[in-house]
């Protein structure tokens, strides 16, 4: 895409972005994308610092389904005219035709709050997949978001995430990974069956694990697809199968999002989060 290497808004195609200035392999999103960055960057004039993917399309398996993960950095804090309007852009993106204004999740980072690790966890504005709504969240403020962005992400506008975010110990990475299979993947393993039995969630959970055992191995990020590559050679044999399936079930997965899994499946899939919250203490 043309228009996005040589838009005024400065979106560069440098580390991470793919040859001849297109930022994805779809067009229809480089064009969102570019849309994305000329109205925050009107909106937020001299503060708006730079904007980059991070997540899937960040790691390398990015699909037509993949959720379209940003990051807008700040020079500061956001002032309460610019929230209104950046509101105002996000509740309209979703209801819009095409599949990929639908799929926009990212945050706000000031940049001072990305540079390093920010054991507050400070909240930040933050639109989910899917939503028409910019709340206020710590969702992305992870190291492991940082990691991504600084090792993988793709430079829409902006210096390079590299100049924006201090080097991330894999000690730490791997410190944080631990406490989130602790405090959050641990606990669906007792949950009952019928609150797991989701299509959708499954085999999400399934492959969530192997990424998290593939950082604690490893001390870096990789994508689902790898880190499920990974387990099935490294993790116990016996969930291999589950593994498999869960990879084979990747290929678009909103379709079963309203859909049930089967009880044998979740079964086995908290039996899983119980060998991963094992193997990782």
């Known amino acids: 895409m043309n228009k996005i290497a040589s838009s005024p808004s400065g979106i560069n195609p440098h580390d991470g972005v793919a040859p001849g200035g297109a930022v994805t392999p779809f067009l229809d999103l ?4 570019n849309e994305l960055v000329e109205t925050t960057s009107t909106i937020l004039g001299d503060n708006f610092c730079g904007a980059y ?4 399309f960040a790691v390398g398996d990015a699909d ?14 956001v002032d309460e005219q610019a929230v209104l309007r950046l509101r105002a852009l996000h509740a309209d993106f979703p209801h819009r035709d095409g599949n990929w204004p639908q799929h926009l999740e990212g945050s706000y980072f000031p940049k001072e709050i990305l540079r ?4 507050s966890h400070t909240s930040l504005l933050y639109v989910d997949n899917g939503s028409d709504i910019l709340e206020w969240s710590d969702h992305d403020n992870t190291l492991v978001v940082r990691w991504v962005l600084r090792e993988c992400g793709l430079t829409l506008a ?9 080097p991330i110990a894999a000690d730490d990475l791997k410190a944080e ?3 989130t299979i602790r405090n959050r993947f641990a606990p669906l393993g007792a949950k009952p069956v019928a609150e797991l039995d989701n299509a959708w969630l499954q085999p999400y959970l ?7 055992m593939h950082t604690l191995d490893c001390g870096r990020v990789t994508s689902k697809a790898a880190a499920g590559a990974w387990a099935i050679e ?3 044999p016996k969930f291999a199968p589950l593994i498999s399936r869960a990879l084979d079930q990747r290929p678009d997965p909103w379709l079963r999002v309203h859909q049930r899994s089967t009880p044998q499946a979740v079964e086995h899939t908290r039996e899983f989060i119980r060998y991963v919250v094992s193997s990782s203490s």
């Open 177 to 179: 990974v631990r406490a």
């Open 53 to 56: 993917l991070q997540g899937s």
């Open 158 to 166: 902006g210096p390079s995430a590299r100049t924006l975010v201090e």
């Open 116 to 119: 390093r690790p920010d054991p």
């Open 234 to 236: 490294q993790m116990d």
């Open 30 to 33: 480089d064009a969102v994308l």
């Open 64 to 77: 037509e389904h993949s959720d379209v993960d940003f990051i807008i950095v700040t020079h500061d804090a």
């Open 206 to 212: 399934v492959l969530t694990g192997c990424r998290m």
